[in-house]
């Protein structure tokens, strides 16, 4: 095989993956903190190979790529931490804006680095559970809600130790 199609095999792999992970968590299941754990370490090892792949063989690997967004557009989704986010899938930089102190919306802005297309997308559908119970001025959560951006963000990327730099 060919390294340009292991790299179509390994994403329609992790491409059913993560379906069947959203499938499972939009049913209402809850998933256990260490199977999560697995999972991620599947994706990250899943999405490292692709990675490898890509930077072994760059001209078979050449993906188109948006422009990155200057500024963290609005979630698409109600969140009582996230205000928005942007992603550039060129350089796997994801910007998120938190929301800011009540009544003003816009809080910092934070870059992540690394991150991959699939764990993004992940990311934007919030996927993960929240795993705890509680409200604040933005909003009201509980343990098993999803779509949750704060849960999402929080196992997907700050877990995973994705570099990041406060912007503003």
Known sequence: ??????IQLLEQLL?????GIQDVLMSGEILSDEFQGMLAQEIE?????????????PAESLQPSTQEQQKPQTAGMPSSNVEGFAY????????????GKYPQRNGPVYAYG???KQ?????QK?????RTDGQNKWGKWWKGKVP????????LIKQQGYPYQRLG
């Open 45 to 57: 090892t899943t999405v490292n190979r692709i990675d490898q792949l890509r930077s072994e063989n």
């Open 1 to 6: 095989m060919n390294p340009n199609e292991e």
């Open 126 to 130: 919030g996927a993960v559970p929240a």
């Open 114 to 116: 690394g991150v991959p």
């Open 148 to 155: 949750s951006l704060g849960a999402s963000l929080f196992t």
């Open 15 to 19: 491409d059913q993956l993560l379906q």
């Open 88 to 99: 550039d899938d060129k350089r796997g930089r994801l910007l998120v804006r938190f929301l």
């Open 119 to 123: 764990i993004f997308d992940l990311f």
